[in-house]
């Protein structure tokens, strides 16, 4: 398994933008599936956003972040990058970074995941 650690949350207003990064150890980077979730207060874990491994020809949004949102990876750097823009304050989550090895199982599903990182507040004020 491979070690995760997001970075880039914080607070801001309706409309801002934000940029999460998840920094990832191990040199087997480019052979996972990335993907971010969010988790709200009182809801479960949901997926966001996933790009497959090595050559990111593969990037599927969850509809509410569509047009938002924009996943990236950078295998040189080992790192995974989610931009936001036209942030609501429905986007309150903490945000987490997840890896796995390419499967077949739906990428919504959390337990599809093999490893997490520990979270990033992201916090949008109307």
């Known amino acids: 398994q491979v070690q995760l650690v997001e970075s880039g949350g914080g607070l801001v207003q309706a409309g801002g933008s934000l940029r999460l990064s998840c920094a990832v150890s191990?040199?087997?980077?480019?052979?996972?599936?990335m993907g971010w979730f969010q988790q709200a207060p009182g809801k479960e874990r949901e997926f966001v956003a996933v790009?497959?491994?090595?050559?990111?020809?593969?990037?599927v949004y969850a509809d509410s972040v569509k047009g938002r949102f924009t996943i990236s990876r950078d295998n040189a750097k080992n790192t995974v990058y989610l931009q936001m823009n036209s942030l609501k304050p429905e986007d309150t989550a903490v945000y987490y970074c997840?890896?796995?090895?390419?499967?077949?199982?739906?990428?919504?599903?959390?337990?599809?995941?093999?490893?997490w990182g520990q979270g990033t507040q992201v916090t949008v004020s109307s």
């Open positions: 191990g040199n087997t980077f480019s052979s996972y599936d």
């Open positions: 997840a890896a796995r090895k390419p499967k077949s199982t739906p990428y919504g599903r959390t337990d599809s995941w093999d490893s």
């Open positions: 790009v497959n491994w090595w050559s990111s020809s593969r990037i």
